[in-house]
Nanobody, 124 residues
Framework: QVQLQESGPGLVKPPQTLSVTCTIS??????????WNWIRQAPGKGLEWMGA???????NYSPALRSRITISRDTSKNHFTLQLASLSPEDTAVYYC????????????????WGEGTLVTVSS
């Protein structure tokens, strides 16, 4: 059973940097050919894809966030981390991590496992 669990600070002051970690159990972050994603949902808004790190450590970011986002991983701890800089109240959201199922030739079967999400409030 694959499980993902986000852990974050809850409350962050602008313009600090947010750090949220997703710990994976029941799977390996290096297993071919999965992508590991960060997605957020602001109050009253839809889901926003933020970025991902692949099974072999390649990152891909949303153009809207590219100047502020970093996704990294620790294979020894089987987790990956989102860092988002220069926070503003508009970054208040529930932050989710999710696994994306892909094949070797790039076929995308979608997001099949999600964490429960962690609420991050940006406020001074």
């Amino acid at each position: 059973q694959v499980q993902l669990q986000e852990s974050g600070p809850g409350l962050v002051k602008p313009p600090q940097t947010l750090s949220v970690t997703c710990t994976i159990s029941g799977d390996s972050i290096t297993r071919s050919f999965y992508y590991w994603n960060w997605i957020r949902q602001a109050p009253g808004k839809g889901l926003e894809w933020m970025g991902a790190i692949t099974w072999n450590g390649i990152t891909n970011y949303s153009p809207a966030l590219r100047s502020r986002i970093t996704i990294s991983r620790d294979t020894s701890k089987n987790h990956f981390t989102l860092q988002l800089a220069s926070l503003s109240p508009e970054d208040t959201a529930v932050y989710y991590c999710a696994r994306e199922d892909r094949t070797a030739d790039g076929v995308n079967y979608g997001l099949d496992y999600w964490g429960e999400g962690t609420l991050v409030t940006v406020s001074s």
